[in-house]
């Protein structure tokens, strides 16, 4: 069985996908850029600022499903400037914990609404009550 999620505690999707994806036991993100969902803007054009909001948003998707940051298994990180991986990895990091998922990251040459960073990631929810 498949679900659409979607939360208000997220920015609301900018084109035709969902915030989230729950197929079975697991719930795929679709790729979170720097909005502020308050607002509805990007936050300033600071790596550190930017990744923040991004870990943010990504959590509130996860909560609306009942699930935290040591669900996920994957995710997937794009990003501008490679230069920036190290401001990038401390704040993922902060988040994160202990937990470690498996992780891809990319340089791109250009994000939606040119934002610096935007992360994917793919959660297991076996054993959630969700």
Do not use: C, W
Not at 17 to 26: L, T, W
Not at 74 to 103: C, M, W
């Amino acid at each position: 069985m498949m679900k659409m999620i979607h939360t208000e505690k997220a920015p609301p999707a900018i084109g035709s996908y969902s915030q989230a994806m729950k197929a079975g036991e697991f719930l795929f993100l679709s790729g979170q850029i720097p909005i502020n969902p308050e607002t509805n803007e990007v936050v300033e054009k600071n790596m550190i600022l930017q990744t923040q909001q991004v870990m943010r948003n990504i959590k509130a998707i996860l909560e609306s499903e009942g699930v935290t940051f040591e669900h996920i298994v994957k995710t997937t990180i794009f990003v501008k400037d490679l230069n920036q991986f190290a401001s990038i990895n401390e704040e993922y990091g902060r988040f994160l914990g202990n937990h470690r998922p498996a992780r891809s990251t990319v340089e791109v040459s250009r994000l939606p609404k040119d934002v610096l960073v935007e992360i994917e990631a793919i959660a297991y929810m076996g054993g959630s009550q969700n």
